[in-house]
């Protein structure tokens, strides 16, 4: 049952049939692990905070420099030098103070995202992390343990967006789509926003479709990016998505 607030203050998802009250009673019962606060986290957890998520969980092991303000859209200048996890969980309890939000301010690790997966029952993961390696072991992490995951990154101008529901067998993985050792020669660790650089509303663009496609799955409705990577191009506005087959030789789920 929805309270008076809850009804409310979500009243404008409510009246739409695709999610009505029982869309947002599971929105408010479900758990969601948000990996990497940056440019794609941030407006992935302004998002899904103001959805009404029940329990988000932010992990980043950053502190925010002034770099960071051209695209990490839930920092101010003021917020220079403290964790980004912190100051997340802080701007998004000011966004709705209705929910649970729980800061780990470290890097998720294989060891300690096992622990952590297995310990609580999480309904989704976002990867909105910068870097394969994390990426990787949130793929494997993720499918042992049997939550769905959705991830993204953007590059300049270019955005990549794909969903995995590991809860089903036979769901392909970001293995199948980049054998972890091809991935790594094609794009060096070193390749990230940092050295290449990015445009700000590309990443708005890929974490609110992120934040879309978690509410999407949560709810029930069709996910677009559910073993389909969706590939976006600020430069023409164009999304295109390319069906992903599991791959038979996946060094992670072949
Ligand atoms: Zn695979």
């Not at 029982?22 to 407006?43: C, D, F, W």
């Not at 990154?153 to 089903?168: A, K, W, Y």
Request: net charge neutral.
């Amino acid at each position: 049952m929805l309270s008076r607030k809850q009804l409310q203050r979500y009243s404008r998802q409510i009246m739409l049939p695709q999610i009505g009250e029982t869309g947002q009673e599971k929105l408010s019962a479900a758990r969601v692990l948000i990996i990497g606060l940056g440019g794609l986290g941030s407006p992935a957890a302004l998002y899904l905070a103001a959805a009404g998520i029940g329990e988000l969980h932010l992990v980043d092991g950053d502190t925010v420099e002034i770099s960071n303000l051209q695209r990490q859209v839930l920092y101010k200048t003021n917020h220079r030098d403290k964790d980004k996890a912190q100051v997340a969980a802080q701007q998004l309890t000011a966004a709705n103070p209705e929910i649970r939000i729980h800061a780990h301010c470290r890097m998720a690790d294989q060891a300690w995202l096992s622990s952590l997966l297995s310990q609580q029952s999480f309904d989704l993961v976002l990867d909105c992390t910068d870097n394969l390696n994390i990426r990787h072991t949130i793929n494997r992490v993720c499918r042992v343990q049997r939550v769905p995951v959705i991830m993204a990154s953007v590059r300049g101008f270019s955005g990549q967006l794909v969903s995995f529901d590991f809860g089903s067998e036979s769901s392909p993985c970001y293995a199948c789509l980049f054998p972890p050792a091809t991935e790594q020669s094609e794009l060096p660790e070193a390749e990230n926003c940092s050295t290449v650089g990015v445009v700000g509303p590309a990443l708005g663009m890929v974490g609110s479709a992120q934040a879309l496609e978690a509410i999407k799955m949560i709810v029930g409705l069709p996910v677009s990016s559910l073993n389909r990577l969706q590939l976006f191009e600020a430069a023409s506005l164009e999304w295109r998505a390319l069906t992903l087959p599991a791959n038979s030789a996946c060094p992670v789920c072949g």
